[in-house]
């Protein structure tokens, strides 16, 4: 399988494209999105082992939200079941990419710990939070640093490994080759995709947020809250839509290989 090198300014069009999709069928979309991150909050809550069998199952249910994107776009019927459709096909390997994300995360925040000793390991897997005098040191800000630099590789591996299991048959392995090659020969795209996620995703919001805040004294912390909670069931719906999109464009025959 080879991916395709698309131009820089690909990469906008995942997200407007993406927004295509999610005015298809808002609803639907809106509603799996939500549904799967109630679902892991609440997988993450089961004490021990929650935090780990969530990770595990990014891959599995990364799957579910893709094919509902892409039965979004195909104009097919979307049952509820089909937040669970990723179970059906190549459990075991999207359950090895789970174990391998895990393994690698937690040796990167343990290199992390070399600079801030594990301030940041702990925060991340245990939750505990640091002092105001470990924080203030900038130990931990620059643990965070390096763990940005380490686990960009890492979500190269695992943009596209996930469908590429399931639709493509591909092994764990290969599937995260392919990705990271896919991704490396893309990046000029994917570095406008992280800059236009940033300004629809982070910039615009604050500003309207902020402006209309400081214009409207009553009710505008009411009205804030509810422009964000607007914001979060548009965006988090448009930026999965937007993943399909890529993979699309990336590795264009989805219809042959699903």
């Not at 079941?81 to 179970?87: A, I, M, T």
């Not at 203030?136 to 299991?165: K, N, T």
């Not at 548009?234 to 042959?256: C, G, M």
């Amino acid at each position: 399988m080879q991916a395709l090198t698309l131009p820089a300014r690909r990469g906008w069009r995942w997200i407007s494209e993406g927004f295509g999709i999610f005015r298809k069928r808002h609803l639907m979309l809106s509603f799996f999105v939500l549904s799967y991150w109630m679902l892991m909050a609440l997988i993450n809550s089961l004490p021990f082992i929650g935090q780990v069998v969530a990770t595990l199952l990014i891959p599995v249910f990364s799957v579910s939200l893709m094919t509902a994107c892409r039965l979004i776009e195909q104009g097919n019927p979307m049952p509820p079941q089909l937040l669970f459709s990723g179970f059906n096909k190549n459990l075991r390997s999207l359950l090895v990419l789970g174990a391998i994300y895990i393994a690698v995360s937690v040796t990167i925040l343990g290199i992390t710990s070399l600079v801030d000793d594990g301030l940041l390991f702990q925060l991340v897997v245990l939750g505990q939070r640091p002092s105001e005098q470990a924080v203030a040191s900038g130990e931990i800000m620059l643990a965070g640093q390096l763990a940005l630099v380490l686990f960009s590789p890492l979500i190269m591996a695992y943009w596209f490994a996930p469908v590429l299991v399931a639709w493509h048959d591909l092994p764990p392995g290969k599937s995260l080759f392919f990705s990271f090659v896919a991704c490396l020969r893309n990046w000029r795209a994917f570095l406008i995709y992280s800059a236009a996620i940033m300004v629809v995703g982070a910039v615009i919001p604050g500003l309207v947020v902020g402006l209309l805040s400081s214009l409207l004294s009553d009710g505008g912390e009411m009205f804030s809250v509810t422009l964000t909670l607007a914001i979060v069931f548009i965006l988090l719906p448009t930026l999965y839509a937007s993943f399909y999109v890529s993979y699309r464009d990336v590795f264009v025959t989805v219809d042959e290989d699903a």
